[in-house]
Nanobody, 123 residues
Framework: QVQLVESGGGLVQAGGSLRLSCAVS????????LGWFRQAPGKEREFVAA????????YSADSVKGRFTISRDKAKNTVYLQMNSLKPEDTAFYYC????????????????WGQGTHVTVSS
């Protein structure tokens, strides 16, 4: 069992920055990979970035590489997504998720999901 609660979404102008937070809890979540995903209206949910809690190894989608950074704070049991140089096409609902299967880390086949937080980037 892993519980995930996202926060930090909002409205930002193109070129601006926003930081999303995901509070993580559960007896064994430190064995898991934690990922960020997004879904825009009429589109499929897509992988954004992920981090292995135990090692700190990170993975990111080509569409956000160089602009978004995933990190974790072990003391706060929190995963962050720092989003810089935001573009209108980044507008979407953003979800935090967890999986214990490293094979699916860049897919949407995660086991646990948060409720999502909306990000709107205006032009």
């Amino acid at each position: 069992q892993v519980q995930l609660v996202e926060s930090g979404g909002g409205l930002v102008q193109a070129g601006g920055s926003l930081r999303l937070s995901c509070a993580v809890s559960g007896p064994t979540f430190r064995r898991y990979a934690l990922g960020w995903f997004r879904q825009a209206p009429g589109k499929e949910r897509e992988f954004v970035a992920a981090i292995l809690w135990s090692t700190g190894n990170t993975y990111s989608a080509d569409s956000v590489k160089g602009r978004f950074t995933i990190s974790r704070d072990k003391a706060k049991n929190t995963v962050y997504l720092q989003m810089n140089s935001l573009k209108p096409e980044d507008t979407a609902f953003y979800y935090c998720a967890a999986t214990d299967n490293i094979v699916v880390i860049t897919t949407t086949k995660y086991d646990y999901w948060g409720q999502g937080t909306h990000v709107t980037v205006s032009s």
